[in-house]
């Protein structure tokens, strides 16, 4: 009995002893990895392959650094150089001279137009002006004769009643032919015309002719579309995230979406509203007309933001790995001296490096800004400035040789 006691109890120590020395030897182990992994992102250089490599060290400075942001947009003109043309009468077309494409210039004659309505409305006008005419005669006596209480009152009030009736109806007669441009001083002579022309309200180029010769169109068709191409503006759609780097002034940069001609313009108008695509319209002068642009062109274009003070490092310092962006900076002490035991003191003829992924920002004069990670301080490290690729080669290296 007691020797089967002992027994149970020696396997119990035995099983606790295996347990603790499987333990240790996972935590160890785990602790290698750890640091193996530390130093996948290490190289260490001696004093002449550092003088070799021609390595350069350098400080992360703070730059003047102009931002930009990559916008999209067309070119589009202002709705008061866009002008439909339409008849407030409707009417067969007689005859015009225009082709898409076409030159025209304020006040030429860009079509005629018949209808016979235009002969009605010239008739009711000549009948109601003379009418008006014949009413204030009749007024202007009645008056006369109540000055000498020879008529009644009410005689009166009926001429005046009379009178001002027709005088309305020519009035308003006569706004309907201004607006198809009857030539009121031929009309009041008695020279009444079946067509009537139309006019160009601007200068510009003919986008759009939505008819042709003998077709009858309504007053709410277009017949024409003409756009005054001497006022073309760039409009931009701006993301949300970016509106407040945005002021009126700010300058321009574009090109054509099939063209590689830089061209300049100038902010001089910021949308107040948000779509629902969470963007922004700003519009935008072009600094020099073009008559070759075309409303409804399409461009990319980078909006100058200025300049802001900005953590930045040398181009050649910033290295392009597996489609992410890193630097090196220098270690003050050796990064895998606790695994293998050494000094911790930096031996003068050595140089270790650590690689750091970091985000980019703009670039000019030869800098690029840089987003480091929250914890690194850019005051008391070093980075490499020059031949950072060297480095990268022999940490790859060294790697493969593992």
């Given at each position: 009995?007691?020797?089967?006691?002992?027994?149970?109890i020696?396997?119990?120590?035995?099983?606790?002893?295996?347990t603790?020395?499987?333990?240790?030897?996972?935590?160890?182990?785990?602790?290698?990895e750890?640091?193996?992994?530390?130093e996948k992102?290490?190289?260490?250089?001696?004093?002449?392959?550092y003088?070799?490599?021609?390595?350069?060290?350098?400080?992360?400075?703070?730059?003047?650094?102009?931002?930009?942001?990559?916008?999209?947009?067309?070119?589009?003109?202002?709705?008061?150089?866009?002008?439909?043309?339409?008849?407030?009468?409707?009417?067969?077309?007689?005859?015009?001279?225009?082709?898409?494409?076409?030159?025209?210039k304020?006040?030429?004659?860009?079509?005629?137009?018949?209808?016979?309505?235009?002969?009605?409305?010239?008739?009711?006008?000549?009948?109601?002006?003379?009418?008006?005419?014949?009413?204030?005669?009749?007024?202007?006596?009645?008056?006369?004769?109540?000055?000498?209480?020879?008529?009644?009152?009410?005689?009166?009030?009926?001429?005046?009643?009379?009178?001002?009736?027709w005088?309305?109806?020519?009035?308003?007669?006569?706004?309907?032919?201004?607006?198809?441009?009857?030539?009121?001083?031929?009309?009041?002579?008695?020279?009444?015309?079946?067509?009537?022309?139309?006019?160009?309200?601007?200068?510009?180029?003919?986008?759009?002719?939505?008819?042709?010769?003998?077709?009858?169109?309504?007053?709410?068709?277009?017949?024409?579309?003409?756009?005054?191409?001497?006022h073309?503006?760039?409009?931009?759609?701006?993301?949300?995230?970016?509106?407040?780097?945005?002021?009126i002034?700010?300058k321009?940069?574009?090109?054509?979406?099939?063209?590689?001609?830089e061209?300049?313009?100038?902010?001089?108008?910021?949308g107040?509203?948000?779509?629902?695509?969470?963007?922004?319209?700003?519009?935008?002068?072009?600094?020099?007309?073009?008559?070759?642009?075309?409303?409804?062109?399409?461009?990319?274009?980078?909006?100058?933001?200025?300049?802001?003070?900005?953590?930045a490092?040398?181009?050649?310092?910033?290295?392009?790995?597996?489609?992410?962006?890193?630097?090196?900076?220098?270690?003050?002490?050796?990064?895998?001296?606790?695994?293998?035991?050494?000094?911790?003191?930096?031996?003068?003829?050595?140089?270790?490096?650590?690689?750091?992924?970091?985000?980019?920002?703009?670039?000019?004069?030869?800098?690029?800004?840089?987003?480091?990670?929250?914890?690194?301080?850019?005051?008391?490290?070093?980075?490499?400035?020059?031949?950072a690729?060297?480095?990268?080669?022999?940490?790859?290296?060294?790697?493969?040789?593992?």
């Amino acid at each position: 009995m007691t020797t089967s006691k002992s027994i149970s109890i020696l396997s119990i120590f035995i099983s606790l002893a295996l347990t603790m020395s499987c333990g240790s030897k996972s935590a160890k182990e785990a602790t290698t990895e750890e640091h193996h992994s530390e130093e996948k992102n290490t190289v260490e250089f001696t004093e002449a392959q550092y003088k070799t490599a021609a390595i350069e060290l350098g400080e992360i400075e703070n730059k003047q650094i102009s931002g930009t942001v990559k916008v999209n947009g067309k070119l589009d003109v202002p709705p008061q150089q866009m002008v439909s043309i339409s008849v407030p009468l409707g009417g067969f077309l007689k005859s015009t001279p225009l082709l898409q494409g076409s030159r025209v210039k304020a006040g030429q004659v860009i079509a005629t137009m018949e209808n016979l309505d235009f002969i009605q409305i010239q008739q009711d006008y000549i009948e109601a002006k003379n009418q008006s005419e014949f009413a204030k005669m009749d007024y202007d006596r009645q008056l006369e004769l109540a000055k000498d209480n020879v008529n009644a009152q009410k005689t009166l009030q009926q001429a005046k009643t009379t009178y001002t009736s027709w005088q309305t109806k020519a009035n308003g007669l006569e706004e309907k032919l201004k607006m198809i441009s009857i030539d009121l001083a031929s009309l009041n002579e008695g020279k009444i015309s079946s067509a009537i022309n139309l006019y160009s309200p601007i200068n510009g180029y003919v986008t759009q002719v939505n008819v042709n010769i003998g077709k009858f169109v309504n007053p709410s068709d277009i017949l024409f579309e003409i756009v005054d191409t001497e006022h073309l503006h760039a409009e931009l759609t701006v993301f949300e995230k970016d509106v407040p780097k945005l002021k009126i002034g700010q300058k321009v940069r574009f090109t054509l979406a099939n063209e590689t001609k830089e061209r300049m313009a100038t902010v001089y108008l910021l949308g107040r509203q948000i779509s629902l695509d969470r963007t922004i319209r700003i519009h935008c002068h072009i600094d020099k007309e073009d008559t070759n642009l075309l409303p409804g062109m399409y461009l990319k274009a980078v909006v100058e933001t200025g300049g802001i003070e900005v953590a930045a490092v040398p181009d050649k310092a910033i290295i392009d790995y597996q489609g992410k962006k890193y630097i090196f900076y220098q270690l003050k002490e050796q990064p895998h001296s606790a695994l293998k035991d050494e000094s911790k003191e930096q031996h003068a003829s050595e140089f270790h490096f650590a690689m750091m992924e970091v985000q980019i920002g703009n670039s000019e004069m030869g800098y690029t800004e840089i987003i480091l990670p929250p914890d690194f301080n850019a005051d008391t490290n070093q980075v490499v400035v020059k031949n950072a690729y060297a480095i990268l080669s022999k940490m790859k290296n060294s790697e493969e040789e593992e």
